[in-house]
């Protein structure tokens, strides 16, 4: 069966550090993978997807990228954290059509101080 | 374009009684919908998806969801709550005609408080 880990659950990091989320699925081949930011109180906004490795597709304009090394691998970086970075950050993934069902992590908090 | 839109940022039921969460669609064409249900500080779980099969469909926990076309709603509904249905709850519209492109569109989601 499939698994998506994510990793770490928690995270507290000083306005202007670096950040790097990593998520992994295991039981699947060439998965379209997501990254989604739900800010408190909201709903979820998709930051990038990515169709294979090295494709990266990316929704909102921010200081966020994303990178896919691996095939079942997915990344979130950014160089210098905002405040407005926090928030509950979800990795999810699909099979075949970008429309299809997704299938969530566990999500990782970002609290920036 | 495909929106939706869940009408009850908040709902809240005793234990016992039925529930019904609204989402009505807008979509050019016969889309996919989602409900999924996310517990505090966890990710979302899919409930159920409506694929232009059979218009009423069945989820896990007891949940389900009617496609009504001319209505375009797929309210979720479930006869009897229980506390460990407290959560927030989204509905999600895709359009399979689109290819190349994230074509997911999510609800702002509806909060269910159960009542003991």
């Known amino acids: 069966s499939q698994t998506i880990h994510q990793w770490p659950a928690t995270l507290v990091q000083p306005v202007g550090s670096p950040l790097s989320l990593e998520c992994t699925v295991e039981?699947?081949?060439?998965?379209?993978l997501y990254w989604y930011r739900q800010a408190a109180g909201r709903g979820l906004q998709l930051l990038f997807y990515?169709?294979?490795?090295?494709?990266i597709s990316s929704e909102v304009p921010q200081n966020l990228s994303a990178s896919r090394p691996q095939d079942r691998q997915f990344i979130l970086s950014s160089k210098k954290l905002l405040l407005s970075d926090s928030g509950f950050y979800l990795c999810?993934?699909?099979?075949?059509?970008?429309?299809?069902?997704?299938?969530f992590g566990p999500g990782t908090r970002l609290t920036v101080l | 374009a495909q929106s939706v839109t869940q009408l009850d940022s908040h709902v809240s039921v005793s234990e016992g009684t039925p529930v019904l969460l609204r989402c009505n669609y807008s979509?050019?064409?016969?889309?996919?919908l989602f409900w999924y249900v996310q517990h505090p500080n966890k990710g979302l779980q899919l409930l159920l998806k409506?694929?232009?099969?059979?218009?009423l469909v069945k989820g896990i926990n007891g949940f389900e969801a009617e496609f009504k076309k001319s209505e375009t709603s797929f309210h979720l509904t479930k006869p009897s709550a229980h506390m460990s249905d407290a959560a927030e709850y989204f509905c999600?519209?895709?359009?399979?005609?689109?290819?190349?492109?994230?074509?997911?569109?999510f609800g702002t989601g509806t909060r269910l408080t159960v009542i003991p």
């Open positions: 999810a993934w699909s099979v075949g059509s970008l429309g299809d069902t997704q299938y």
């Open positions: 039981g699947t081949s060439n998965p379209n």
């Open positions: 990515s169709v294979g490795i090295g494709q």
């Open positions: 979509s050019s064409y016969s889309p996919s």
């Open positions: 409506y694929t232009s099969a059979a218009t």
């Open positions: 999600v519209v895709s359009d399979p005609r689109k290819t190349g492109a994230n074509n997911l569109f």
